[in-house]
């Protein structure tokens, strides 16, 4: 079946440090979805791709789409504390059962102040 | 607008009880989610309603666990009996229309089984 797969699991940074998450599907995505879970929170939708090849930014941010829909990657230029959390990516596929979310296990990431 | 209103926060109750969850999505969101967060893990999903019909429910342990949708608007997710190995936070979503659409999560409920 379909799987999304992340890397790091987990990621220590000095503040001022860059950060980068890997998120690698099994199969063509139609979609891919990022979200950030604070420590004791819930996940946080941060943002959708769709295109191949597709690059957004928020702030410090900047999400990528793979071209062949297969990967993608969340950096976050000059890490603050407040970037503490888990990242997320979650999948959706083309058709069928394959339309349903599927979400990696996650990036822990930890800022040293 | 509101968000997704989950209750209680917390519960912990002994091995073989039961517990029941509620969740009420964001009014108009057609598509609720329960999912299965174990520490350390990223959420895993339990049932997928589509208003008030069941279009997931794959990896929900059928013989302890039943959720239901019976209005399209507030759902209901029952562990009985409840094991160790269900202790978990339980979080609801919901979304506009398909599972592709942006999911909105609720605080969820932290079950401790004692």
């Known amino acids: 079946g379909q799987q999304v797969m992340q890397i790091p699991q987990y990621q220590h940074v000095q503040e001022g440090e860059d950060f980068t998450t890997y998120c690698n599907s099994s199969t063509t995505l139609s979609n891919i979805q990022w979200y950030k879970q604070r420590p004791g929170g819930h996940p946080v939708f941060l943002i959708q791709?769709?295109?191949s090849g597709e690059v957004k930014k928020q702030k410090r941010l900047t999400f990528q789409f793979g071209e062949a829909k297969k990967n993608s990657s969340l950096h976050i230029t000059a890490t603050q504390t407040t970037d503490v959390g888990t990242y997320f990516c979650?999948?959706?596929?083309?058709?069928?059962?394959?339309?349903?979310?599927?979400w990696g296990l996650g990036t822990s990431l930890a800022v040293n102040p | 607008e509101a968000g997704v209103a989950q209750s209680p926060r917390y519960k912990i109750i002994e091995k073989r009880q039961s517990v029941a969850f509620w969740c009420n999505p964001i009014?108009?969101?057609?598509?609720l989610y329960w999912y299965q967060q174990i520490l350390g893990q990223g959420p895993k999903l339990l049932i997928q309603f589509q208003n008030n019909g069941v279009v997931d429910d794959s990896q929900l342990p059928k013989d302890r666990f039943s959720a239901e949708r019976l209005k399209g608007v507030d759902s209901t997710l029952k562990i009985q009996p409840a094991k160790l190995e269900d202790s978990a936070v339980y979080l609801c979503?919901?979304?506009?229309?398909?599972?592709?659409?942006?999911?909105?999560f609720g605080p969820g409920t932290r079950l401790t089984v004692l």
């Open positions: 791709l769709v295109k």
């Open positions: 979503a919901s979304s506009p229309w398909t599972s592709t659409d942006t999911q909105y």
């Open positions: 979650a999948g959706s596929g083309n058709a069928g059962n394959n339309r349903k979310l599927i």
């Open positions: 009014s108009g969101h057609a598509t």
